[in-house]
């Protein structure tokens, strides 16, 4: 199991021990950051996921994941950078 599957894990664990986060259900917090407002991602990460409980897990599982969208632990994790050929063919 990587750190990633462990990190998902221990948050859908807690998820599961918890009252639904604030987050639950909420479409704005799977999307792509460039799909949101600045001052609605900055709403967000300041008013749902600051005072948020299960934040610590929820960011932990988002830097072991790197997820191409959303907001985790109230941190945007921007899509990867295209690699360019030269670095495809090394």
């Not at 704005?28 to 996921?49: M, N, S, W, Y």
């Not at 948020?52 to 985790?72: F, K, N, V």
Request: hydrophobic share 30%.
């Amino acid at each position: 199991m990587n750190q990633g599957d462990r990190a998902y894990r221990a948050l859908h664990l807690a998820l599961a021990d918890a009252d639904a986060p604030e987050c639950s259900g909420d479409p704005r917090f799977i999307l792509e950051h460039r799909q949101l407002a600045p001052d609605e991602v900055k709403h967000l990460r300041l008013t749902v996921c600051g005072p948020c409980p299960l934040r610590t897990l929820c960011r932990e599982y988002g830097d072991a994941a790197r997820p191409q969208a959303g907001i985790w632990g109230g941190k945007v994790y921007p899509p990867p950078k295209p690699r360019t050929r030269s670095e495809v063919d090394q």
